[in-house]
């Protein structure tokens, strides 16, 4: 079993910056890939960056140039880094662990609003 827990979201105004976090615990052997996804009110959850064990990262269009996924081994933690903020990037905000199972966490509120 792993365990995530995701932190940092809130209320920010448009053209504003939020970090998220992604803290995974329990049993985390092997390769894994960690994700970001988000679902917006009435819409379907999408994945938004992904990024390997060994660094190697991918991003939906939509937020290319502004989000970057990046994460820190020794501390089992993911995170995600948002810049410019759309109000189209109003979503709840997932992390996901993909290794020999597939786990979520309970989700962060981002709010892009003036």
């Known amino acids: 079993q792993v365990q995530l827990v995701e932190s940092g979201g809130g209320l920010v105004q448009p053209g504003g910056s939020l970090r998220l976090s992604c803290l995974a615990s329990?049993?985390?052997?092997?390769?894994?890939?960690m994700r970001w996804y988000r679902q917006a009110p009435g819409k379907q959850r999408e994945l938004v960056a992904a990024?390997?064990?060994?660094?190697?990262?991918n991003y939906v269009d939509s937020v290319k140039g502004r989000i970057t996924i990046s994460r820190d081994n020794a501390k089992n933690t993911v995170y995600l880094q948002m810049n410019s903020l759309k109000p189209e990037d109003t979503a709840v905000y997932y992390c996901?662990?993909?290794?020999?199972?597939?786990?979520w966490g309970q989700g962060t509120k981002v709010t892009v609003s003036s």
């Open positions: 329990g049993s985390i052997d092997g390769r894994y890939v």
């Open positions: 990024i390997t064990d060994g660094g190697s990262t």
């Open positions: 996901k662990f993909v290794g020999r199972a597939g786990y």
